[in-house]
Nanobody, 123 residues
Framework: QVQLVESGGGLVQAGGSLRLSCAAS????????MGWFRQAPGKEREFVAI????????YYADSVKGRFTISRDNAKNTVYLQMNSLKPEDTAVYYC????????????????WGQGTQVAVSS
């Protein structure tokens, strides 16, 4: 059974930092792109970042560019999201996703999802 398990969420003050992790099990994703999405209450799930299997290609949403950093450790089958200079508008449930078949920014194109981890940023 394939599982993606996120961790590292929590409550932080504006300007603070968090590091999210997503550990995969059940199959290796070392040859697949992996990404992060987020969903705030009442809003659609939105793309945050994606990293290619080698780490050589990375894309970020404009809203997080310069503040968030995505990385991966293929030996650990894990992808990370370092979030710095957090803002209240970053508050959302953050989801890890893997193996997109089409557009990297379209959540419907991803085959595998984690259960999400809550990030709350207070002002």
């Amino acid at each position: 059974q394939v599982q993606l398990v996120e961790s590292g969420g929590g409550l932080v003050q504006a300007g603070g930092s968090l590091r999210l992790s997503c550990a995969a099990s059940g199959r290796t994703f070392s040859r697949d792109p992996m990404g992060w999405f987020r969903q705030a209450p009442g809003k659609e799930r939105e793309f945050v970042a994606i990293i290619s299997w080698s780490g050589g290609t990375i894309y970020y949403a404009d809203s997080v560019k310069g503040r968030f950093t995505i990385s991966r450790d293929n030996a650990k089958n894990t992808v990370y999201l370092q979030m710095n200079s957090l803002k209240p508008e970053d508050t959302a449930v953050y989801y890890c996703a893997a193996d997109p078949s089409g557009s990297y920014y379209n959540p419907q194109d991803y085959a595998y999802w984690g259960q999400g981890t809550q990030v709350a940023v207070s002002s």
